[in-house]
T-cell receptor, first 114, second 114 residues
Framework: NAGVMQNPRHLVRRRGQEARLRCSPMKGHSHVYWYRQLPEEGLKFMVY????????ESGMPKERFSAEFPKEGPSILRIQQVVRGDSAAYFC????????????FGDGTRLSIL | DQQVKQNSPSLSVQEGRISILNCDYT??????FLWYKKYPAEGPTFLIS?????DKNEDGRFTVFLNKSAKHLSLHIVPSQPGDSAVYFCAASLGSSNTGKLIFGQGTTLQVKP
């Protein structure tokens, strides 16, 4: 199954630590999106990347959050100095970028902050 | 500002009957709409989509209807099956190429009773 792969599936961090979430898109997909889902809410867009470029980061918090999609390797969502409010499910999606092709999602990373 | 709204948090339907899930939006610039299904601890799975230039799209048991004048779309599932029990999200995007971010509703939990 060459779907969108996210790891780790579960991540526990203490307040002030760093969290790194990884996402490998589906084969042939060059567009990556990150979304966050808080309890009892829908998914909220965070950032849209293509290889080595951030296309839209309008949903990213101004501080502590960053994302990259390097030429080689997975996309990384990095959260520095985590706080309790960062606890959420973080989903990655990918698409080939062709018109009419939907985004396909990974199973997410559940981030818990102690 | 919730641009995509699913006003029914939950829906219960008998097996074999029709399930109708509703979604309203406020931004008339949305031109592509999608429905995703989500099981607990998994990522959203794409179900069906519709372009704003159409008013209906059908795929097997799933049909999506779009009423642009009312800014309303609905997903019909017929006949409903117990395996359809899940959370259903509608989503909208700007840009006909669908390479941009998705804006999600809050989700509707569908329960199909045997």
């Amino acid at each position: 199954n060459a779907g969108v792969m996210q790891n780790p599936r579960h991540l526990v961090r203490r307040r002030g630590q760093e969290a790194r979430l990884r996402c490998s898109p589906m084969k042939g997909h060059s567009h990556v999106y990150w979304y966050r889902q808080l309890p009892e809410e829908g998914l909220k867009f965070m950032v849209y990347l293509q290889k080595e470029n951030i296309i839209d980061e309008s949903g990213m918090p101004k501080e502590r959050f960053s994302a990259e999609f390097p030429k080689e390797g997975p996309s990384i969502l990095r959260i520095q100095q985590v706080v309790r409010g960062d606890s959420a499910a973080y989903f990655c999606a990918s698409s080939p970028g062709d018109q009419g092709q939907p985004q396909h999602f990974g199973d997410g990373t559940r981030l818990s902050i102690l | 500002d919730q641009q995509v709204k699913q006003n029914s948090p939950s829906l219960s339907v008998q097996e074999g009957r029709i399930s109708i899930l509703n979604c309203d939006y406020t931004n008339s610039m949305f031109d592509y709409f999608l429905w995703y299904k989500k099981y607990p601890a998994e990522g959203p799975t794409f179900l069906i989509s519709i372009s704003s230039i159409k008013d209906k799209n059908e795929d097997g048991r799933f049909t999506v209807f779009l009423n642009k004048s009312a800014k309303h779309l609905s997903l019909h599932i017929v006949p409903s099956q117990p395996g359809d029990s899940a959370v259903y999200f509608c989503a909208a995007s700007l840009g006909s190429s669908n390479t941009g971010k998705l804006i999600f509703g809050q989700g509707t939990t569908l329960q199909v009773k045997p």
